[in-house]
């Protein structure tokens, strides 16, 4: 892990040498030392690379006691971690955490599916797990799925709350895409992933020992042909914990297509799902509390957890998140727009749902105001079963990426705007899911996604907007990382 060190800058040790510079020029007035000492921008590092954030990978960031902790994808794919410290107002980071296969296959374009995600043990350590897009037949027998590229890896901190120094942990399977790790409040871990590419089952892996082993991997949702259609069943999962001992989990269905003649591999999805693990027991249940065996097929899916049907065919769909109420409710949101042809089928945008105790309802839009042929995307917390606080990314007509604040009093059948977050003229974004047990001052990650480049700036918002941060720290990318892409 020494190169990995080597690649890392060291972003603290030179901003403590801009303080002690700063220090030498104590005979200017104050203010003026301000002006001329620091100049400070909106983002904490510029090395991201193409999609670097997405809701589905996730947690991206976590807040610990005073500290947020950060990370995406840089540079040939591999995770960064960055940490700010909310009392010293100081950066740290990012640090290379691991190396990803994913960037370094030669491929044209930046592949996105190996995004890091965080999780923090009880004792401190901070893990990632990232670089998985399926893996392939070199690998091994994948006896959950079929193969795509990539290794699925898992790095933990040498000390806890330390992110300077990393090594890896081969205990998780290679196969894994789309991680989502989870904490019980016994310090339990579940890392739930997709076992391989779009024709694989969903599973967990769990761990009792603070992640420095995993058990072998349970199927909870079943990839199959469909029994009449020419595709095959498929699924995208949204994990979090829930209530007590419970994880709960949203998805939608993918029509993983046999004939791909007229358009290629397209990303065709729908509908909105829900079901509950309850780790305690080892039982899996719908929102009625009805049992499910695992691992859920389409037939089961459809009887027992649907949420809504999002439309016709040419309705596609993309993860949204799900959080519980006070009561124990679940609200979930999913992303939903036309196909218009592209190879994504077309922009999707936000709309939110409820279990209301007896049924589903809502569906609407967070908001109408984003034209159809751009995209809107977030993630929220209940302040009360009605009270909704929905951080949104979306372009406005004249190309501005916006974040802001939604607020909604009716349990998320409207929303009202409220303040801005970050604007930036002529981008579209990335977005993570919200960090998790967020300060106020740092709730969400945001790409910028300018054109003509792969490589991003990226952003750490709260209350407050962004986090500055030096501008000479927050400029880490370097000559060398653009040997890749431009
Ligand atoms: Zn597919």
């Not at 027998?141 to 081969?170: A, C, F, M, Q, T």
């Not at 699924?235 to 269905?253: F, M, P, Q, R, T």
């Not at 705007?417 to 981008?427: A, H, N, S, T």
Request: aromatic share 10%.
């Amino acid at each position: 892990m020494k190169k990995f060190l080597k690649n890392a800058k060291p972003a603290f040790a030179i901003s403590l040498a801009i303080l002690l510079a700063g220090c030498k020029t104590t005979q200017a007035p104050v203010a003026e030392q301000r002006n001329t000492k620091v100049e400070m921008v909106e983002y904490f590092a510029d090395n991201a690379l193409g999609t670097p954030l997405a809701i589905v990978q996730h947690p991206a960031g976590i807040h610990k006691d005073g500290i947020t902790y950060v990370s995406y994808q840089g540079p040939f794919s591999d995770p960064y971690v960055a940490a700010y410290n909310h009392k010293t107002k100081q950066w740290q980071g990012p640090f290379q955490a691991g190396e990803s296969d994913l960037g370094r296959m030669g491929k044209k374009k930046p592949d996105n599916h190996g995004k890091p995600t965080m999780l923090i043990d009880d004792l401190g350590y901070i893990h990632i797990f990232f670089g998985g897009h399926g893996g392939s037949k070199e690998h091994g027998e994948n006896l959950l799925g079929n193969y795509n590229s990539g290794r699925n890896k898992h790095v933990v901190s040498k000390r806890p709350g330390d992110i300077s120094e990393w090594e890896e942990l081969k205990n998780i399977s290679v196969f894994g895409t789309y991680n989502q790790a989870i904490k019980m409040d016994n310090g339990d871990i579940y890392l739930i992933y997709r076992h391989g590419a779009h024709r694989s089952n969903w599973v967990y892996q769990k761990s009792t020992d603070h992640g420095r082993t995993f058990a072998e991997p349970v199927s909870f949702l079943k990839h199959k042909p469909h029994e009449t259609k020419n595709h095959h069943d498929s699924w995208y999962v949204w994990a979090v914990k829930g209530e007590n001992d419970e994880i709960i989990l949203s998805y939608d269905y993918h029509v993983c297509p046999n004939d791909t003649r007229a358009r290629g591999h397209i990303p065709v999805r729908h509908d909105l799902y829900y079901m509950v693990f309850d780790t305690k027991n080892d039982t899996w249940r719908n929102v009625q509390s009805e049992p499910l065996d695992i691992p859920v097929t389409r037939q089961i899916a459809d009887a027992k957890t649907l949420v809504a049907r999002t439309g016709g065919d040419d309705m596609w769909t993309f993860n949204g998140t799900v959080r519980l109420d006070q009561q124990g409710y679940p609200h979930l949101t999913i992303n939903v727009g036309k196909d218009v042809g592209k190879r994504w089928g077309g922009s999707k945008q936000a709309r939110y749902y409820r279990w209301t105790g007896d049924n589903w309802t809502g569906g609407n839009l967070i908001y109408n105001k984003v034209p159809k042929s751009l995209g809107s995307e977030g993630d929220f917390v209940l302040k009360s079963p009605t009270d909704v606080q929905y951080t949104l990314a979306y372009q406005e007509k004249n190309k501005d990426a916006v974040v802001a604040d939604f607020y909604s009093k009716d349990a998320g059948k409207t929303f009202e705007k409220g303040q801005e977050l970050l604007r930036i003229p002529d981008v579209t974004w990335s977005i993570s899911s919200l960090i998790k047990d967020a300060h106020a001052d740092a709730r969400i990650l945001v790409a910028e996604r300018p054109k003509g480049t792969q490589w991003r700036r990226i952003y750490l918002l709260g209350d407050n907007g962004p986090i500055k941060r030096a501008k000479s720290e927050a400029l880490v990318l370097k000559e060398a990382d653009k040997v890749q892409f431009k």
